[in-house]
Each structure stands twice: as C-alpha cells, then as structure tokens.
C-alpha cells in the first residue's frame, strides 16, 4: 500500500557540508610561482637604450668632425687640398677634433634627457639611478669609491709597466700640442665620466636588467663599454686589458650598489688623476720622452720622481 502521508522532513545540508571537503596543503609545500611574462614595455625601454648607444657612438665621429669642418674649408680654399700626411699632423685640426668632444657630450645628455624623461614628464637622475646608495653614507661611499680608483690606477700601472706596447692613438693626439693636452684633460674630467656612466650603466645597464638579468647585463655593458675604446687604443693591448677591468669594475659598482653615483665617482677619480698627470708633465720633465698613454697609467712611475726634480729647479 501506498501511504498518502506526507513524506518525514529532511534537513537539508548547509553550503559548507555541501560543498567539496577543502584540500589541505601542507605547510612544507608552496605553490609553484606563476610564469612571469616579460611586458612589451621592457623590451622598449632595451630598444630606446641601444638607440641611445649608437647614436652616441655616431656623433663621436660626425660632431667633432663638423666642429673642425669650417677650419679644414678654409686651409682648402687657402692652400688647396692637403695631403693626408698633412692632416694627421695639422695641430689646430686636431685640438679642434678633441674639443668637438664637448658639444657631442652634451648632445648627448639631450638625446638621454629626451627619450628617457619622456620630455621632461619623469625625474632625469632618479629614472637613471644616479642617487646615493641607501645601504652606506656619501661619506663611506665617495671613500671607498677613491680607494678603489686608485687600486685600478695601481693595478693598470703594473699591467702597463710589465706588458709595455706602443703610443696609442689618443697618445699622439695628446702629444701634438698643448692646447691638445687641455682639451683632452677638459674632456675627460668635466664630461667624459658623466655621459658615459649615464650610456652605459645608466641607460643600457638599467634597461638590460629588467629584461636580462644583473650577470648578462655586466658582461654586455661592460663588453660594450671596453669595445667603443678599442679604436683608441688598438695597438696597445695592455690598455685594453686596463680599459676593460675598469669597464667591468664600474659595472659591477653600479650593479651591487643600485646607484649610478659609485660608478660615477670611480670613473671621475680615474680619469681626473690621469688629466693631471697629462697636463703637468711637460713642465716637470721638459726634454725628457714621456709616452702619456691615456689611461696614462705608464706616466705614474714617473710622477714622484719628476715632482720632486721639479721642486728642486724651482727652489
């Protein structure tokens, strides 16, 4: 028989009793991280700083050239066209290719300026990284950076004094005049540093490593940076060898610290004592061949020596 009674009242289950017993992870166990996707703006930022790059490497060789076209006319249409001889050892030509230095560099800081503030919309030094290191005071860092610029200074003069090898090119700019002499320290103390912390281990380094990690970025940067100078100083491989530590010293500087300011100093101390040497040793060994190979390291056994001769004529 069928009963017409109403069927017992079932308490139906909660959502929770309901639902799927929730799976427990065990503490020692993480989820694998989600793959990261390399955002199209990053490979951007990597593109714009190659433009940068080559663009300063093509003003090298145009804007000092242009700088020096207006006297190079006139020699022409005075005396006719020179021989090539001629032109490798007129004196005026060449202070004024080493000065065309100057407006290149500032070229170049506009160029930086334009593309990587976008006109001015972002902070210039932050977005480069050029501030002082959280983890140390100015004080410990612009210490340590001096201390570590003479140590490279110590080291090339070893590598210079043991390996030897010929005048570079820039020793025969330097050696044509004295006007020469100035332009070339000018250059690379109030510039050089500068613009070329700001290319290479501000523009290239801070855009590789988003894309490439902080190994690949050094080595690239530093490759880079090593290369550009190889024309300069091409018969000389013991400058080339100096050129790239500092290359590789200055990169690492700016990769484990975070700033731009420690590579910065270190290249400013490296290169300011260098101008030094470059513009006082006419006067303190006057008929005396001195090679002042920029990175002029080979003049430093040099320097106490000639000082004190020097003091000694003038007392």
């Not at 006719?80 to 290149?104: C, N, Q, W, Y």
Request: hydrophobic residues 50%; proline residues 8%.
């Amino acid at each position: 028989m069928i009963s017409k009674e109403p069927s017992q009242h079932v308490t139906p289950l909660s959502e929770d009793q309901a639902g799927f017993p929730e799976q427990v992870v065990p503490a020692h166990l993480t989820p694998p991280p989600a793959p990261q996707t390399m955002s199209p703006g990053a490979w951007f930022e990597v593109a714009k700083a190659f433009v940068v790059w080559f663009l300063s490497v093509v003003m090298l060789a145009v804007v000092p050239l242009s700088v020096a076209l207006p006297y190079l006319i006139y020699q022409i249409a005075k005396f006719g066209p020179p021989r090539p001889e001629a032109l490798t050892e007129d004196k005026t030509l060449i202070f004024l290719s080493i000065l065309g230095v100057l407006p290149t560099h500032v070229l170049t800081l506009a160029l930086i300026w334009l593309l990587f503030t976008e006109g001015g919309t972002r902070p210039f030094l932050k977005t480069l990284g050029f501030q002082w290191p959280a983890a140390a005071s100015p004080t410990v860092v612009s210490l340590l950076c001096v201390l570590l610029a003479l140590a490279l200074l110590g080291i090339g003069l070893g590598v210079t004094t043991l390996w030897g090898g010929n005048k570079t090119q820039l020793d025969l700019l330097v050696e044509s005049s004295m006007a020469s002499r100035v332009a070339t320290a000018l250059v690379a103390v109030l510039t050089a540093p500068l613009v070329e912390e700001f290319i290479y281990r501000g523009v290239l380094y801070s855009a590789l490593e988003r894309v490439a990690g902080r190994v690949i970025s050094v080595v690239l940067v530093s490759l880079l940076f090593a290369g550009v100078h190889v024309f300069q100083y091409s018969n000389n491989i013991a400058v080339i060898v100096v050129i790239t530590l500092l290359s590789f010293t200055l990169s690492l500087a700016r990769a484990y610290t975070g700033s731009l300011v420690p590579p910065f100093l270190i290249h400013l101390v490296f290169n300011g004592i260098q101008a030094v040497i470059i513009l006082v040793t006419p006067f303190i060994q006057k008929g005396e061949e001195v090679t002042p190979t920029t990175p002029g390291l080979d003049l430093g056994h040099h320097l106490f020596e000639a000082i004190s001769v020097y003091v000694c004529r003038m007392t």
